[in-house]
């Protein structure tokens, strides 16, 4: 009920929303939102699944333009491709994925991101008020509700590089759009942990016996996962600049009571 994972080969991190209630008792349908991570490793069995069984429509990529360039979305026939970049700045390449790491190494990306770390802090998660105060982050928030408010059938599904930061704070914003309560929008926030928790052990695993210590251990957690935490800094953030999540947004996307009614006509029953 909204928690399941859509069953593919390649993609660790694609759920449908439908099935989550809201505070009125509405359902959000099935097949309609989907969030991802990269569609890059998507295998043709993966594509026929979402196409054929979710009657994808539409594919929202909030990644940057050097993580489209390296890890290109593949070209899928009928599916309209929108690029909305939430990030643009370079100095959150902590949670963007531009193609800097040796991808012959299992360890690669952690590798890369241990360095890219030390020193700084990360385990704070500062960038999380910008998805709330950076303008160009808004502006494409903004954009993601504007394809949706449009899409009257089929799937549309929304991802970054893993699906969990980006996407995640999209999809933060739709279901509390939607009208499901914060300990739901939580709930679902944190399952990426739940399945990203095999590729963690592996890697852990495999770091372990290469003799790195616990602090790599703790990037890899950061890597492929997320904090209860974050989404409180987010929750908070909104509440100072605002003075509520439901007034950012009101104020900051943009989403007045007719466009929110709107939402609700689309995606729930």
Known sequence: ????????????????????VNKEGKR????????????????????Q???????????????????????PDPVIEGVEHVWCPIFVQRDVSTITREKRWDDSDPLGLYLFFAEEMMGRGDETPWYYTYFAKDPNSITYYQKLFNELLEQEEGATLWHC????????????????ALGMEDELIYEDYLL????????????????KERGLGDSFEKVVRLVNG????YLDTLYATCEELYG?????????????ADKIDRLKDLYLE
Not at 163 to 176: A, I, M, N, S, W
Not at 226 to 229: A, I
Not at 244 to 256: C, I, P, R, V, Y
């Open 161 to 176: 590089s893993a699906g969990k930061d980006r996407c995640g704070v999209g999809t933060v914003y739709l279901l509390k």
């Open 1 to 20: 009920m909204g928690k399941e994972r859509i069953e593919l080969e390649n993609l660790l991190n694609t759920r449908d929303l439908g099935g989550y």
């Open 49 to 71: 699944t979402l196409c054929k069984e979710y009657d994808l429509k539409k594919v929202i990529d909030l990644r940057n333009k050097e993580e489209m360039w390296s890890e």
């Open 226 to 229: 997320v904090c209860r935490s």
């Open 244 to 256: 509520s999540m439901d007034a950012f947004l009101e104020k900051g996307l943009g989403l007045t």
């Open 28 to 47: 959000i349908k099935y097949k309609r939102l989907i969030r991802s991570g990269t569609l890059y490793k998507a295998s043709e069995s993966d594509i």
């Open 192 to 207: 990426t942990n739940y399945y990203y928790q095999d590729l963690t052990d592996q890697m852990i695993a495999l770091a």
